[in-house]
């Protein structure tokens, strides 16, 4: 009923730049939170970003100061700026929304399918 897809991963050199995007479509009556996780090999999933309402978010500590988080909720959209990225960056990266559904109103929880980001040395 809900749709996460998205876009913007790659390989990028130690110190570049990537933005990752994530558009939610489906039956969705309101967005609550928007993040971003990330499982890299060997490893389990943790919390990169996200903002749990329009204005608040948390990051993780490895990337403060280098990662943004953003959204549009117009457009149920959510980003990550990540800059000056290290090779521990490497990851899949996962971005999840959580809502309400159109009709009933019931909530929902919903993944993407992942994005690959690796960065090299």
């Given at each position: ?12 050199q ?24 990330r499982?890299?090999?060997?490893k ?38 990540m ?39």
């Amino acid at each position: 009923q809900v749709q996460l897809v998205e876009s913007g991963g790659g390989l990028v050199q130690a110190g570049g730049s990537l933005r990752l995007s994530c558009a939610a479509s489906g039956s969705i009556l309101s967005i609550n939170g928007m993040g971003w996780y990330r499982q890299a090999p060997g490893k389990q999933r943790e919390l990169v970003a996200r903002m749990p309402d329009g204005s608040s978010t948390n990051y993780v500590d490895s990337v403060k100061g280098r990662f943004t988080i953003s959204r549009d909720d117009a457009k149920k959209t959510v980003y990550l700026q990540m800059n000056s990225l290290k090779p521990e960056d490497t990851a899949v990266y996962y971005c999840n929304v959580d809502g309400l559904l159109t009709g009933r109103g019931r909530t929902f929880y919903s993944w993407g399918q992942g994005t690959q980001v690796t960065v090299s040395s």
